[in-house]
C-alpha cells in the first residue's frame, strides 16, 4: 500500500452511552480514530421498495490497519456518515478495506 494513494481523511466512531446532567444514559457518537484512506470504489444505486425509489450509495475505503474496527461503528467521510457493512483484512494485519454505506439524507 502506498502512502501516496491514501488522499483522503476519514473518521471511524464508535456509539457510546455518556451521563447526561440528570444521570440518564444518553447514546452517543465518539471519533476514536481519524486516518487517511483511499477510496476503491464509489457506487449508487437505486431500489424499489414498498414506499418507493430509494437510492444507497456504497463506498470502499483502504486504509492501514487498525485493530477492532467492526460492524457497530461507522465512517465519517466528506462530513456524511456511512455505516459499515464489511471489514476486510488485507494481508497480515497490513491493510484494511472498509465497505461502506451511507446514511441520513
Given at each position: 500500500m502506498r502512502a501516496g494513494k491514501l488522499d483522503r481523511v476519514i473518521?471511524?466512531?464508535r456509539g457510546t452511552y455518556v451521563t447526561d446532567g440528570y444521570g440518564n444514559p444518553i447514546y452517543t457518537w465518539t471519533t476514536y480514530?481519524?486516518?487517511?484512506?483511499?477510496?476503491i470504489q464509489a457506487s449508487t444505486e437505486e431500489f424499489m421498495r414498498t414506499w418507493g425509489a430509494s437510492g444507497e450509495s456504497a463506498i470502499i475505503f483502504r486504509t492501514r490497519f487498525i485493530?477492532?474496527?467492526?460492524?457497530?461503528?461507522?465512517?465519517?467521510?466528506?462530513g456524511r456518515m456511512h455505516d459499515i457493512k464489511e471489514v476486510k483484512e488485507i494481508g497480515r494485519r497490513r491493510g484494511l478495506e472498509i465497505r461502506t454505506?451511507?446514511?441520513g439524507a
Amino acid at each position: 500500500m502506498r502512502a501516496g494513494k491514501l488522499d483522503r481523511v476519514i473518521d471511524l466512531q464508535r456509539g457510546t452511552y455518556v451521563t447526561d446532567g440528570y444521570g440518564n444514559p444518553i447514546y452517543t457518537w465518539t471519533t476514536y480514530a481519524t486516518m487517511r484512506a483511499q477510496i476503491i470504489q464509489a457506487s449508487t444505486e437505486e431500489f424499489m421498495r414498498t414506499w418507493g425509489a430509494s437510492g444507497e450509495s456504497a463506498i470502499i475505503f483502504r486504509t492501514r490497519f487498525i485493530d477492532g474496527i467492526g460492524l457497530a461503528d461507522r465512517v465519517i467521510y466528506d462530513g456524511r456518515m456511512h455505516d459499515i457493512k464489511e471489514v476486510k483484512e488485507i494481508g497480515r494485519r497490513r491493510g484494511l478495506e472498509i465497505r461502506t454505506a451511507r446514511t441520513g439524507a
